[in-house]
C-alpha cells in the first residue's frame, strides 16, 4: 500500500484538455450558489453551516449570491433554521413551509426541492452527504437530469466558472476532478466535517423567498407511523466529538477494544476504530473512522495500533492533535501524526487511562 497522498489533478482548464470550453448560452439563466439547510425534527445538521462556509467561498468567487434552501412546516425550528443560514453566511433563504414537510419523505421534499431550482435557476447546488441529504440528492438529481458528484472532498471554481468537484476514487489512491459541462445546475454531496466550519456572523441579515409545495397528503405514497431512535447510531457522535480514541489491528483482539472505551471514558471522549476493525466484528459500522467511515475533526485523536493507511488518514487529517501509538516506528500513522508514541499499545493504553482518571478526578 503506496503511503502517498492521493493527487488530483488541478482544477484549471488545462486540466480538462479535450472538453467543450464554451459553455452554452442558455447556462446564463443559472445564477447563485445554494445549500440545502438539512432539519430534523427541529434541529439544523450542521453539515448544512460547514457547506455554507464553503459555499460562500465558491459564491465570492463568481460575484453572485448564497442563499440556503429550507424546507418544513411553520414554526419555530423552520424560522431558527433561517435565522441560522443567515448567521452563518446567507445573503438569502428559499423557504418552502408547509405541514407535509414536517418529517423527511422523499417525494414531497425532492418536489419542493426541484420546484425551486426549476423556478429560481442556481448554477450550484450543495448537499450534505448524511442519509437525508444522500437519498434527497439522488431524487432531485435524476428528476432535474443533472449530474452529482457525491462525498466531495474539494470544491473550487474553474477558470470557465464551471465547478471543478474533487473526490476519492479507485479506493481512495486517487483523486478525480469532475464537471458537470452539459447541464445545469452543477450538484455535489459533501460529508459532515470534510469542509471546516465557518464563523457564526454577529448580526446576519437575508431575505426570504417563500414558495409554495403544491401538493397534498394523498400524493405522498410514504406515511410515517412512529419514529424508533437507533440507538446504537445516536450514541455515536464522533463526526462532532472533540475528542476521539481509535484503535487498529494493532490490537490484536476484540477485548482488547475494551482498553479503548476505558481511555474514552476518562476523557469523556468518543471511541471509533479503523476499518478491519469494524469488519471483524470487533465493533459497530458507525464507529469506523475514515474515507468510508466517518470524517472526524477532533481537537485531539488518540489512533493505538492503527497503521495509519490512506483511507484512515483522509478521515482524521483535520483533527487539531494527533496522537499515535504503535510498535513500529516506520508506521505511515507517524508520517502526519503531531506526537508519536513507540510502544505496544495493549499494555500503554491501561497506563494512559490510569494517569488520566487520576489528573481529572
Ligand atoms: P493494519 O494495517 O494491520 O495496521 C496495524 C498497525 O498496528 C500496524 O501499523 C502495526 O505496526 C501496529 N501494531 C501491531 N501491534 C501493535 C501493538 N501491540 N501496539 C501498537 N501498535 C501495534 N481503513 C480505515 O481505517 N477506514 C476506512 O474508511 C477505510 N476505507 C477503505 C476503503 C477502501 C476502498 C479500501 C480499499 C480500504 C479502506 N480502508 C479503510 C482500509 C485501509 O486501506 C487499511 O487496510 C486499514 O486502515 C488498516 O487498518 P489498521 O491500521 O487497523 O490495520
Redesign the pocket.
Known amino acids: 500500500?503506496s503511503d502517498a497522498k492521493p493527487q488530483a489533478a488541478a482544477p484549471s482548464a488545462g486540466s480538462r484538455a479535450g472538453m467543450k470550453k464554451e459553455l452554452p448560452e442558455h447556462f446564463k439563466a443559472y445564477k447563485h450558489v445554494w445549500v440545502f439547510i438539512e432539519v430534523e425534527r427541529g434541529q439544523v445538521h450542521p453539515v448544512s453551516f460547514e457547506l455554507l462556509g464553503e459555499g460562500r467561498k465558491l459564491a465570492d468567487q463568481l460575484g453572485v449570491d448564497l442563499a440556503g434552501v429550507v424546507l418544513g412546516p411553520a414554526g419555530e425550528g423552520t424560522n431558527a433554521a433561517i435565522r441560522e443560514t443567515f448567521a452563518y453566511g446567507a445573503d438569502l433563504a428559499y423557504l418552502v413551509e408547509d405541514p407535509l414537510l414536517a418529517d423527511y419523505r422523499n417525494e414531497p421534499f425532492t418536489k419542493a426541492l426541484t420546484d425551486l431550482v426549476n423556478t429560481y435557476q442556481p448554477e450550484i447546488l450543495l448537499l450534505g452527504a448524511t442519509t437525508l441529504g444522500r437519498d434527497l440528492a439522488g431524487s432531485v438529481a435524476t428528476t432535474l437530469l443533472t449530474g452529482l458528484t457525491a462525498d466531495c472532498t474539494e470544491l473550487a471554481v474553474d477558470s470557465d466558472k464551471s465547478l471543478a468537484a474533487t473526490r476519492p476514487t479507485f479506493?481512495?489512491s486517487l483523486l478525480c476532478t469532475i464537471y458537470t459541462l452539459n447541464y445545469r445546475p452543477q450538484m455535489a454531496t459533501i460529508r459532515p466535517r470534510v469542509m471546516a466550519m465557518p464563523e457564526r456572523l454577529e448580526k446576519p441579515v437575508g431575505k426570504v423567498v417563500s414558495h409554495p409545495l403544491g401538493m397534498v397528503e394523498d400524493d405522498i405514497v410514504t406515511k410515517i407511523l412512529s419514529f424508533l431512535p437507533d440507538r446504537e447510531t445516536s450514541q455515536a457522535n464522533l463526526a462532532y466529538a472533540d475528542v476521539v480514541v481509535a484503535?487498529?489491528?494493532?490490537?490484536?483482539a476484540a477485548e482488547n477494544f475494551q482498553l479503548v472505551r476505558q481511555l474514552a471514558g476518562a476523557l469523556g471522549a468518543e471511541y471509533g476504530?479503523?476499518?478491519?476493525?469494524m469488519q471483524k466484528g470487533w465493533m459497530p459500522a458507525d464507529r469506523?473512522?475514515?474515507?468510508?467511515?466517518k470524517t472526524i475533526r477532533p481537537k485531539l485523536y488518540i489512533a493505538?495500533?492503527?497503521?495509519?493507511?490512506?483511507?484512515?488518514r483522509v478521515?482524521v487529517e483535520g483533527a487539531d492533535l494527533i496522537v499515535a501509538?504503535?510498535?513500529?516506528k516506520n508506521?505511515p500513522?507517524f508520517d502526519f501524526a503531531h506526537v508519536g508514541i513507540v510502544?505496544?499499545?495493549?499494555r500503554?493504553l491501561p497506563a494512559l487511562t490510569k494517569a488520566f482518571e487520576k489528573r481529572l478526578s
Open positions: 500500500m479506493g481512495g484503535g487498529g489491528m494493532g490490537l490484536q476504530c479503523s476499518r478491519p476493525v469506523q473512522i475514515g474515507q468510508t467511515g493505538a495500533g492503527i497503521s495509519g493507511a490512506i483511507q484512515h478521515g501509538i504503535n510498535t513500529d508506521a500513522i510502544t505496544d499499545a495493549i500503554f
